[in-house]
């Protein structure tokens, strides 16, 4: 079954498992942030950091089981899998867009 996401949010799934933090903070505006393991990261640079780190540290792959959306917020029930304990995990990733950017991202 295919899942159809908005553009900003499959690029971003893209470029995770691509390993490409450049790519991946480029589909954020410029001053969104991102929740995820209790810390924030604020902006392209903090972004791109999280993502450069988490990828090192966990060497993840992120497949998105579905999705549900309500106006500019979609939620993707995420299954990860990585070097990190509990690995398989089901997460929610919860995107609010702002026309064809991510303006925000919390990982539950």
Known sequence: MTILLPDPIS?????CNGADPARLA??????????DDGQAHLG?????????????KY????????????GD?????????????GSPIQLDHV??????KIQSLEIH
């Open 11 to 15: 690029t971003y799934f893209s470029a």
């Open 26 to 35: 480029r589909c954020f505006t410029r001053d969104a942030s991102v929740k």
């Open 44 to 56: 392209h640079d903090a972004i791109e950091a999280w993502q450069r780190e988490s990828r090192q």
């Open 59 to 70: 060497e993840f792959s992120i497949e998105p089981l579905s999705v549900a959306q309500d």
């Open 73 to 85: 917020r979609v939620t993707v029930a995420t299954n990860v899998v990585g070097n990190f304990p």
């Open 95 to 100: 995107f609010l867009l702002a026309g064809d």
